[in-house]
């Protein structure tokens, strides 16, 4: 599926799913792993400018997932695991910044409600994680614009 309707299915899960943390959780785990997984494929097959920041949203995005508990689903359910086009790496960027953008505000929600200083502190980390993969996400978004920008003729970047 594409990465694009992927990340959608992703923030729909997220604002769907009420106030229950433990679903919230796996939701949140889920967006961290699709994050994981766009950033390893633009990584190996992406645009070359784009490369090591994508390399850096992978190492980042696993330590989103592995800061939480991993949940207990099927492999049919796995976000990331039904990933097979990343075709517009711009759109997918823009929709990444987004949910990774709704899963912080998520992870600090649950942090300010939690009853255990465990959870509290899953999320401090997971919110840190998501953040610095958000910043690689601006930051490749940073570098398509620039090299799209460098790519028009003269007359018309004027």
């Given amino acids: ?23 919230l959780l796996v939701e949140v785990w889920q967006a961290q792993a699709l994050s994981q997984a766009i950033g390893s494929r633009l990584a190996v097959s992406g645009p070359p400018e784009l ?5 850096g949203l992978t190492e980042l995005a696993g330590r989103g997932c592995g800061v939480l508990d991993a949940p ?3 492999p ?3 976000l990331a695991a039904q990933l097979t086009e990343l075709d517009d790496p711009l759109g ?6 987004d949910l990774l953008g709704d899963v912080s505000i998520v992870l ?9 200083e465990r959870t509290y502190w899953q ?20 570098k398509l614009a620039a090299r799209e920008e460098a790519a028009l003729p003269e007359w018309e970047a004027g």
């Fill in 51 to 55: 490369r090591g920041e994508a390399l």
């Fill in 123 to 142: 999320c401090m980390e997971a919110i840190d994680a998501a953040d610095e993969s958000r910043d690689r996400v601006r930051e490749m978004l940073r």
């Fill in 1 to 23: 599926m594409d990465a694009v309707r992927l990340i959608q299915a992703g923030r729909r899960a997220l604002a769907g799913c009420g106030g229950e943390t433990s679903v």
């Fill in 72 to 74: 207990v689903l099927d």
């Fill in 92 to 97: 997918a960027l823009h929709s990444l910044d």
């Fill in 108 to 116: 600090l929600g649950i942090a300010s409600s939690a009853a255990e």
């Fill in 76 to 78: 049919g359910d796995l």
